[in-house]
């Protein structure tokens, strides 16, 4: 991936759609989620996007978070997307991870583990379904809370007991555990045992655990800030820009000189989702630098000048 952040588009809606997957293999998945198809030929990417009724700018801003570390779009590129394309692009995403990966992922550890004595396969077998269930959790809260209020707030059908905002604040990590699966399967796994079946496996951890980081930033980086500028045009945001609880404790931790690795790690959140708040804290006070937010955290009761370093 390229590893600097762009402001604008690295992709055109003119370029060849062709041109556009050979940057990036992983843009495939990105297509097929959104409802294209293959045998487009020589078609722009915008004559696809088109034959198939999708937001072509949607499409490429998805593809940049996929292909770009740390992207983070302008409010301008924001305001173009469609909202129902991100919310299908997300539902898709999750029928393919519960419907195809983590399947495939049992059958290969089910294999994997056959030679191990019944103590260590029961181990790694009990931790991986721990994991499918955590992940089917988040998805279920996503599908049954946040995306009906996204259409629902398309429709101008405000639901006053939610916000996204509630869904920034419960955004766990959900691709932590699998770098923790995956070095117990790379440096315990018995010696004797089946390497093919055992690369088997970590293919699929490394491939899974990089689409879930695009996959979060996606809903980082894309769904939450085209949300709020939803929220804020349709008056569905509370009257007063008071920071959110989650917004409160992210503000604290980086009046203590907390990096948005170390705040991510005590909150079990993406470093996305951390930016994201940075982002509505700065927004919301006025406030860009850490002086500044230590001043307002003391002004404001979050801190004890005593623990600051």
Do not use: W
């Amino acid at each position: 991936m390229i590893a600097k952040k762009e402001i604008g588009s690295l992709f055109s809606a003119k370029m060849k759609m062709a041109e556009l997957l050979e940057t990036n293999p992983d843009l495939m998945g990105v297509m097929l989620r959104l409802g294209l198809r293959f045998g487009f030929g020589e078609e722009t990417v915008e004559e696809v996007c088109k034959r198939y009724k999708v937001n072509s700018d949607t499409f490429l801003l998805i593809c940049n978070v996929y292909t770009t570390d740390g992207y983070m779009p302008s409010s301008d590129i924001l305001k173009k997307v469609d909202i129902r394309d991100i919310v299908n692009y997300l539902h898709q995403s999750h029928l393919y991870y519960t419907g195809e990966v983590l399947t495939k992922l049992e059958d290969s550890i089910e294999k994997m583990t056959e030679r191990c004595d019944p103590a260590s396969k029961k181990i790694i077998q009990v931790f991986f379904h721990a994991y499918k269930g955590e992940m089917e959790k988040h998805f279920q809260y996503e599908e049954n809370t946040v995306f009906p209020y996204v259409e629902a707030l398309l429709k101008h059908h405000d639901d006053k007991g939610f916000s996204i905002e509630q869904f920034e604040e419960n955004h766990t990590n959900i691709d932590e555990k699998l770098g923790d699966l995956r070095s117990i399967v790379m440096k315990y796994m018995p010696a004797d045992g089946d390497s093919n079946l055992i690369k088997n496996v970590l293919t699929i951890l490394f491939n899974l655990q990089k689409d879930l980081s695009n996959h979060t930033s996606v809903e980082d980086n894309i769904l939450v800030p085209a949300v709020n500028i939803l929220e804020s045009k349709f008056g569905s945001r509370a009257e007063t820009e008071e920071l959110s609880s989650r917004e409160k404790e992210i503000l604290v931790a980086v009046a203590k000189g907390m990096l948005n690795k170390e705040i991510a790690d005590l909150y079990n959140i993406s470093i996305y989702t951390v930016i994201t708040h940075r982002k509505n804290i700065t927004r919301k006070t006025g406030i860009k630098t850490v002086a500044g937010l230590t001043v307002y955290a003391l002004l404001n009761n979050l801190l004890d000048i005593n623990s600051i370093e």
